[in-house]
């Protein structure tokens, strides 16, 4: 039995690292190696064979993803599958902003979508860890963009990490919304690396009402590090995909379910 499990642990073990590449951009082989729990020279075995499966680039003591430097050249995301759920999401949780709110919009291709929705709103106060949105919503005069510190993520264009995470402090703004990985009633919202939960926590924190932008797609996903249980979140904005079971749990645990068709 252990020799059968053994190729299936290693498959999930390479896919979590992947995940965690796409989204951190890069990690280093020592870190890896801790995360996991295994190994620096089985780390390297995995990232071999990753690359030598043509998604990621091996450097001295560890990897990046083979993407990286278009994404941040071309100012593109990495996360753009279920674009039609997440402009529907962007859409409706528009909705929700007034001209003159104070809001904080978390990074991810969600937000964007919100953020692409909102360069009609006027006189904006804009908190954000994400670089597109401070392009996207700075050109607006009227509005005031505040961006966080932090470590550059190329695949999602944002700062992250604890100086991310220490700009929220004696922050407030009655609107967050934020981006997520996976939702689990079990495992809560997760997301492939642990560099974001500094400022995602410090967000949630710093916010009187959190909406969470989530698309169908991650309910019952779990990634690697978990932020908390899904009771964090006041509002969950989600398209049509979800299902009528999902979406009685949600309200029995006081979370407002808003879809967006």
Do not use: C, W
């Amino acid at each position: 039995m252990k020799s059968d499990k053994k190729p299936l642990l290693g498959e999930q073990r390479r896919q979590k690292m992947l995940d965690l590449l796409m989204e951190e951009g890069s990690a280093r082989v020592a870190k890896l190696s801790e995360m996991f729990h295994v190994s620096e020279p089985t780390i390297r075995q995995d990232l071999e064979k990753l690359e030598a499966e043509g998604h990621i680039i091996r450097e001295h003591g560890g990897a990046f993803s083979k993407s990286m430097s278009k994404q941040v050249q071309q100012l593109a995301l990495h996360h753009l599958e279920n674009l039609d759920k997440k402009e529907a999401i962007g859409r409706k949780a528009a909705e929700l902003v007034e001209d003159g709110d104070t809001i904080i919009l978390d990074a991810g291709s969600t937000t964007t979508m919100l953020a692409n929705q909102l360069t009609e709103k006027r006189r904006l106060r804009v908190m954000t860890n994400a670089l597109n949105i401070v392009f996207i919503l700075g050109r607006e005069p009227s509005n005031s963009v505040l961006v966080t510190g932090g470590e550059f993520k190329a695949p999602t264009l944002s700062l992250s990490g604890e100086k991310a995470g220490a700009f929220f402090e004696n922050m407030f703004a009655p609107k967050l919304f934020l981006a997520v990985g996976g939702v689990s009633f079990d495992a809560g919202l997760t997301y492939p690396g642990f560099n974001d939960l500094h400022v995602k926590s410090a967000m949630v924190k710093s916010a009187a009402h959190v909406y969470l932008l989530a698309d169908s797609t991650k309910l019952g996903q779990v990634s690697f590090a978990s932020l908390g249980g899904v009771e964090l979140v006041n509002t969950i904005i989600i398209d049509a995909g979800i299902s009528k079971a999902d979406k009685k749990r949600f309200e029995e645990l006081g979370i407002e379910v808003i879809i967006a068709d």
